[in-house]
């Protein structure tokens, strides 16, 4: 986990990678890394996802952009504070809210090893117009590379101290929070085609703590880990614009570590922390 959000958990996975490499201790100096390595990034957002909105038979697809970016390409810090983010695209308002939200980036070198962590987190989520709200939101991604293995070692965790939807009704949240947590969403989705206000029935599902792996058996790897995300989709039959449909993907706390490897990775782990 990174350092600035969780410094208990990354200082002991570090030290563990450390003493597996026979080492006292990392340093940040471009000259050490893994051998596996020809070139990575971490970056955490604070909102994430994508829009779109189908009217006349004619899609059109918007992304919900990484406001509060944290990044790093090389080895180092970088950290983002935003108090207030709140997104609207393609007509929907609300499609994403944060409060006090916080994200962190970093890129750690060593003799033999190179160790990237990215971790963001809220105070207040509110995740398409309120149909899931949340409180306490955090999430980090981190992965190792060691020289001379061809398998990236990563992990991943997310808490929540709440969730409501629509406003009322909490779920209950196990604890630990396992991969993949997903709980059935059905609601209405307001937005505005042409100057026409639409009410549109959606259905879909709230995941938290997915993380996922792309690119294995390439020398292009990308790890991607999404504490809350809510996806949604609907259509309506409307007079003079005929079927209008929306699909909805709105994420918040998201990070993505990319591996640009010397040679093709064999495999990836993903550890629950």
Known sequence: ??????????????????????LGLFAQQAAAQSSEVSSAAVRACGVGGSVTVSVLGLST???????????????GSDDNSVADIELGLLGIVDVIKLAAAHQSADYTLATGATALDGASEAAGVSLIQDIVTAEGVRGSLSCDSLSGSTRLHCQAGTTVARVR????????????????????????LRLTVLGIPIAVPVGGSLILNQSRAAGVGSRNVLVTHQPALLELGGSVSVGGLGLVA????????????????????????????
């Open 1 to 22: 986990m990174n350092q600035h959000v969780y410094p208990a958990i990354r200082t002991a996975r570090l030290g563990a990678l450390a003493c597996a490499l026979s």
């Open 246 to 273: 929306v699909r909805v993907e709105a994420t918040a706390s998201p990070s993505v570590i990319s591996v640009n490897a010397t040679r093709p990775v064999t495999a990836v782990t993903i550890d629950e922390l």
């Open 61 to 75: 697809t918007l992304p919900l952009s990484c406001v509060g970016q944290a990044q790093r390409s090389s080895a």
């Open 165 to 188: 939807l629509g406003g009322g009704d909490i779920v209950d949240l196990p604890s630990p929070l396992p991969r993949d947590f997903t709980v059935p969403i059905g609601a209405t």
